[in-house]
T-cell receptor, first 115, second 113 residues
Framework: EPEVTQTPSHQVTQMGQEVILRCVPISNHLYFYWYRQILGQKVEFLVSFYNNEISEKSEIFDDQFSVERPDGSNFTLKIRSTKLEDSAMYFC?????????????FGEGSWLTVV | AQSVSQHNHHVILSEAASLELGCNYSYGGTVNLFWYVQYPGQHLQLLLKYFSGDPLVKGIKGFEAEFIKSKFSFNLRKPSVQWSDTAEYFCAVNLGNTGKLIFGQGTTLQVKP
């Protein structure tokens, strides 16, 4: 079964540093997402991306965050100046369609620890 | 605001016991409902989903869920759990014309051999 792959699986970074989390969505998918899960809390939607632009974002996704599809395969999440509260598991996801009810496929997640 | 609640945070069962995990959502309009599972060290995988039609949906690995619109519920069931069902289970909803999922807080299931 095709998979969403994410790198790195775990990253430790100093507060204030920039972090880029990378994702390779399923190849024929057109809609891409980032979610995060702070330890012990719910999985939260961050942003959705389609046709090279953000289609929806949550209040969590402030100016510190950005997403990009730099080439035909990668989808990245950048956090410009990390804060302690950015420590979380970040999940990339993709789907073939963007309408509600379409199955969203998730990657294994990238653990980010900000120290 | 729309929300999803999972009543059980941590469930411990013996093998062959029956399982029911509760999920309720708060939204008055049309919803699509999902259960995802995350096995230790693995990604979130879709167990089953409900879009329309028969409110009793069957998923992978012997799981099923029933959508009860009047109760805003979508409980997950399995008649006989196995040790390999040990995982975290997430109920999720999406609304309207969006791919965004709203998740419950998750339920950790531990099955004792």
């Amino acid at each position: 079964e095709p998979e969403v792959t994410q790198t790195p699986s775990h990253q430790v970074t100093q507060m204030g540093q920039e972090v880029i989390l990378r994702c390779v969505p399923i190849s024929n998918h057109l809609y891409f997402y980032w979610y995060r899960q702070i330890l012990g809390q719910k999985v939260e939607f961050l942003v959705s991306f389609y046709n090279n632009e953000i289609s929806e974002k949550s209040e969590i996704f402030d100016d510190q965050f950005s997403v990009e599809r730099p080439d035909g395969s990668n989808f990245t999440l950048k956090i410009r100046s990390t804060k302690l509260e950015d420590s979380a598991m970040y999940f990339c996801a993709s789907s073939s369609q963007g309408y509600s009810g379409n199955t969203i496929y998730f990657g294994e997640g990238s653990w980010l620890t900000v120290v | 605001a729309q929300s999803v609640s999972q009543h059980n945070h941590h469930v411990i069962l013996s093998e062959a016991a029956s399982l029911e995990l509760g999920c309720n959502y708060s939204y008055g309009g049309t919803v699509n409902l999902f259960w995802y599972v995350q096995y230790p060290g693995q990604h979130l995988q879709l167990l089953l989903k409900y879009f329309s039609g028969d409110p009793l949906v069957k998923g992978i690995k012997g799981f099923e869920a029933e959508f009860i619109k009047s109760k805003f519920s979508f409980n997950l069931r399995k008649p006989s759990v196995q040790w390999s069902d040990t995982a975290e289970y997430f109920c999720a909803v999406n609304l309207g014309n969006t791919g965004k999922l709203i998740f419950g807080q998750g339920t950790t299931l531990q099955v004792k051999p």
